[in-house]
Every structure is written in C-alpha cells, then in structure tokens.
C-alpha cells in the first residue's frame, strides 16, 4: 500500500499569523513613502508567494517597486520576530490533530507561501519542526497556486498525488491541490471565507481542529 500524506498550509491553517503579516506589510509599504494597504486586503493574499502578494496589493506599482517593498517587508516581519512583538499562535488543537493523523498512518508536510527560513523559524517557535517530512516554501519552488510544491513534496516524501490531501485556508491551497489532481479540505477558521474554498473546489470544509482527522481519513476509506 502507497503511504499517505497529509500536506498543511501555514499561515491561517497552522498558525494565525495574521498580525504579524499586516504589520510587516504596513511597514514595507511605508518604507517606501506609500500607504499601506488594508489589513482585509493583506489577508486576503496571504499564502501566495510575497512579490506575487505585493504586486496584487499595488498593480500599478512597476515591478522593481514590488521587489523593494518585499524586501522591506522582509526586513520588517524579522525584526518584529526578534522583538516578539506579534506572536503567531498555533491554533486550537493542531498538535492533537497532528498526533491523529500520524496514528492514522498519515506522513505530515506542509506547503507555505512563507521563506524557507520563515517557516523554519515558525516551526521551530512550536516545537514542531520534527513532524514534518516535508517542507516546501515558495522561496524553493513556484508558489501557490501552481502545483509544484505538491509535486516536490510528493517526490520528497514517496507519497503518490492519489494518497495525497492539501489541507489550507485559502483559495491559494485549493487551487493547488486541484493543478496537482490530489484531494484537498478547506478549514473555516483561517483568512478566506469557507464558500469560496468550497468554489474554489474543496473535497470538504471542516470549522474546527477536532473534526479534521476524520475529514482527512474518511477521504480514503476504502482505499
């Protein structure tokens, strides 16, 4: 039998990292002597790769603009890791669901828009570095919602796109999943509403940490 793997989004899916992101935004943009974006703007982008997220912020901002504010950003969401000054919580009951999932006998990845040195810093935060099998981030390989972070993770871990699931909190997630023909759960509790994951073709919606290791198992019963 094929292993199985169970690949997370981060921001919004693991951890609610929504202040921090706003915050880093806001002051890659003021950096730059521009305005900042609305915070429900700036969510509504995460999970895409950064240029990709600035640029959808500020079209009319010329390409190399889009480079600059990102690297402020950057330099901004590290400083502000450093202080401490907006934490990003796990939500409620990732790790029991974590520990249902392995006992499931499902192999655990993730797939973020985050560095690879931001999700190491993150990961590590919670002590959680060790129960991954997998990381990719879109600083690696393309980012959301291309499927090429589903397809490294696949080759990476030995899982098959069949025995695979993507569990995110936005559009971004789903949409990868589907240009990666794997399953994907939408959960309610992150930064897009769940109709759109839903439209955006979800397999299924969970609206709390407790419910999802049955909604990813029950996906392949009888397989």
């Given at each position: 039998?094929?292993?199985?793997?169970?690949?997370?989004?981060?921001?919004?899916?693991?951890?609610d990292s929504q202040h921090?992101?706003?915050?880093?935004?806001?002051?890659?943009?003021?950096?730059?002597?521009?305005?900042?974006?609305?915070?429900?703007?700036?969510?509504?982008?995460?999970?895409?790769?950064?240029?990709?997220?600035?640029?959808?912020?500020?079209?009319?901002?010329?390409?190399?603009?889009?480079?600059?504010?990102?690297?402020?950003?950057?330099?901004?969401?590290?400083?502000?890791?450093?202080?401490?000054?907006?934490?990003?919580?796990?939500?409620?009951?990732?790790?029991?669901?974590?520990?249902?999932?392995?006992a499931a006998g499902f192999?655990?990845?993730?797939?973020?828009?985050?560095?690879?040195?931001?999700?190491?810093?993150?990961?590590?935060?919670?002590?959680?570095?060790?129960?991954?099998?997998?990381?990719?981030?879109?600083?690696?390989?393309?980012?959301?919602?291309?499927?090429?972070?589903?397809?490294?993770?696949?080759?990476?871990?030995?899982?098959?796109?069949?025995?695979?699931?993507?569990?995110?909190?936005?559009?971004?997630?789903?949409?990868?999943?589907?240009?990666?023909?794997?399953?994907?759960?939408?959960?309610?509790w992150g930064y897009h509403?769940?109709?759109?994951?839903?439209?955006?073709?979800?397999?299924?919606?969970?609206?709390?940490?407790?419910?999802?290791?049955?909604?990813?198992?029950?996906?392949?019963?009888?397989?």
């Amino acid at each position: 039998m094929s292993l199985k793997l169970a690949l997370f989004d981060c921001d919004g899916t693991l951890v609610d990292s929504q202040h921090a992101i706003i915050a880093a935004m806001e002051a890659g943009f003021q950096a730059h002597g521009l305005p900042p974006p609305p915070a429900r703007e700036v969510r509504r982008v995460v999970g895409l790769p950064l240029v990709v997220a600035v640029a959808r912020l500020a079209p009319a901002l010329p390409g190399d603009a889009h480079e600059a504010i990102s690297e402020a950003y950057k330099s901004a969401f590290q400083r502000n890791r450093l202080a401490g000054t907006y934490p990003e919580p796990l939500f409620d009951g990732v790790v029991a669901a974590l520990d249902a999932l392995e006992a499931a006998g499902f192999l655990l990845g993730v797939a973020t828009g985050k560095s690879r040195r931001g999700l190491d810093a993150t990961l590590a935060h919670h002590g959680l570095a060790h129960r991954f099998v997998t990381l990719q981030t879109s600083d690696r390989v393309a980012g959301k919602p291309s499927p090429d972070m589903v397809h490294a993770a696949l080759a990476e871990s030995g899982a098959t796109a069949a025995r695979t699931v993507v569990i995110g909190d936005t559009s971004f997630d789903i949409l990868m999943a589907r240009n990666a023909h794997v399953r994907s759960v939408g959960v309610a509790w992150g930064y897009h509403d769940g109709a759109e994951l839903l439209a955006a073709g979800a397999d299924l919606l969970v609206h709390e940490y407790a419910a999802l290791p049955e909604a990813v198992t029950g996906l392949f019963i009888g397989e």
